[in-house]
């Protein structure tokens, strides 16, 4: 069975301290659960978490979903948003985990990349570096959810046009981000192959897309 890589990039600094974090994990949690309950999913999904604040962390390598443990995710003491450095650290990872086609014999599905951070860079040279490494990548689908007060998608949107946000930052509302991610990997499960092209399902009410 081909694997589908599931990449999930969280900011740890800044906008996501406190009640995000906590927040985050249940959503993951509920995620998962509801991902176990896919037949093509448990068979195919191999999911990755990468944290960042001044530095990259990869909390869980790629993983099949039968034998996955959701991390804890830590909030550091030190600041910092260098989501340069967390895109550049994707990249590597991504290149040593996802098994590439080649004429003998079919790799991976497209990766899809999903990406929790309130869009403000403190390593702007290395973004912009790290930029072009994201774009060179065959991912299915990249989305960006922004969180915290004043987020700026006008970064993010260098590298995907599939951005949303959330109305607050409590549990309910990234259970329910969380569910719709779900839903995005299962349709991208069944998509992949099909086309290049990866049509998400619509967001639940408390997920906003930004134009």
């Not at 999930?8 to 659960?33: D, N, Y």
């Not at 550049?88 to 996802?98: P, Q, S, T, W």
Request: aromatic share 6%.
């Amino acid at each position: 069975m081909r694997r589908l890589p599931v990449y999930i990039l969280i900011q740890t600094s800044g906008a996501m301290r406190g009640e995000p974090i906590e927040a985050i994990k249940v959503g993951l949690e509920t995620m998962v659960a509801s991902l176990r309950q896919d037949p093509f999913a448990l068979e195919s999904v191999h999911l990755s978490v990468i944290t960042y604040n001044r530095l990259p962390e990869q909390i869980l390598p790629l993983t099949e979903l039968e034998n996955m443990q959701i991390p804890t995710i830590a909030q550091p003491v030190s600041a910092g948003t260098h989501l340069g450095e967390a895109l550049k650290f994707l990249c590597d990872k991504m290149d040593a985990e996802v098994t590439l086609s080649t004429p003998e014999r079919k790799g991976d599905w497209m990766p899809l990349l999903f990406v929790m951070c309130n869009g403000k860079v403190s390593d702007t040279q290395l973004f912009k570096e790290a930029v072009t490494k994201v774009t060179q990548r065959h991912f299915g689908s990249i989305v960006v959810c922004l969180v915290g007060s004043n987020p700026n998608p006008d970064n993010v949107r260098q590298f995907t046009n599939n951005i949303v946000n959330l109305d607050t930052t409590d549990g309910a509302t990234f259970r329910q981000f969380f569910k719709w991610v779900s839903a995005s990997v299962s349709v991208g499960n069944r998509s992949v192959g099909a086309t290049n092209e990866i049509i998400l399902p619509p967001p639940p009410p408390e997920v906003h897309t930004v134009l």
